[in-house]
T-cell receptor
Framework: DSGVTQTPKHLITATGQRVTLRCSPR?????VYWYQQSLDQGLQFLIQ???????AKGNILERFSAQQFPDLHSELNLSSLELGDSALYFC????????????FGPGTRLTVL | DQQVKQNSPSLSVQEGRISILNCDYT??????FLWYKKYPAEGPTFLIS?????DKNEDGRFTVFLNKSAKHLSLHIVPSQPGDSAVYFC??????????FGAGTRLTVKP
């Protein structure tokens, strides 16, 4: 158990819809990261938040957005969903930087029909 | 664009022998490299990392080697154990604000 929790475990929705994925970091970690793992693109870094502020941005689409709340939990919002957004979405947390040891949650499997 | 490449999708080794997983990169600005292990239905688990100013880092059975001139890193697992069977991802960080992953190598360690 990494200490990082993600909800929901599975999500099935239709194209054009909007969903919100939730992540709670390990106790004491200030940074939260979001990743997408899809069959054709592999594992991709999406975005990092540190103590409520966006710190680093990877291959995140404009239709996707994230935020980190004062209690340090984070949400990833995916809108105008397309079939190609079907993937596993992982959240990870660390003390501070990308280079720090990151602890990954079990992931949310999103299926867009 | 594939800045980090793991050209071997799979590797099979005998228990007790050495496993060598390879990773190549194209961006000379990468300054930190990591290896993650992933079991099915779980998130990746950090294994070992190396800064670009070093050429070797060891942690127990795991050693990472970095050859900057060849833009190549490798992960050595000695001795390999059946529990090491998993997918291994190499990753590279640039300027502490972007991270790229290889496609992964599935390691099978046979008893």
């Amino acid at each position: 158990d990494s200490g990082v929790t993600q909800t929901p475990k599975h999500l099935i929705t239709a194209t054009g819809q909007r969903v919100t994925l939730r992540c709670s970091p390990r106790s004491g970690d200030l940074s939260v990261y979001w990743y997408q793992q899809s069959l054709d693109q592999g594992l991709q870094f999406l975005i990092q938040y540190y103590n409520g502020e966006e710190r680093a941005k990877g291959n995140i689409l404009e239709r996707f957005s994230a935020q980190q709340f004062p209690d340090l939990h984070s949400e990833l919002n995916l809108s105008s969903l397309e079939l190609g957004d079907s993937a596993l979405y992982f959240c990870a947390s660390s003390v501070d930087r990308l280079e720090d040891t990151q602890y990954f949650g079990p992931g949310t499997r999103l299926t867009v029909l | 664009d594939q800045q980090v490449k793991q050209n071997s999708p799979s590797l099979s080794v005998q228990e007790g022998r050495i496993s060598i997983l390879n990773c190549d990169y194209t961006n000379s600005m990468f300054d930190y490299f990591l290896w993650y292990k992933k079991y099915p239905a779980e998130g990746p688990t950090f294994l070992i990392s190396i800064s670009s100013i070093k050429d070797k880092n060891e942690d127990g059975r795991f050693t990472v080697f970095l050859n900057k001139s060849a833009k190549h890193l490798s992960l050595h697992i000695v001795p390999s154990q059946p529990g090491d069977s998993a997918v291994y991802f190499c990753a590279a960080i640039v300027n502490n604000n972007d991270m790229r992953f290889g496609a992964g190598t599935r390691l099978t360690v046979k008893p």
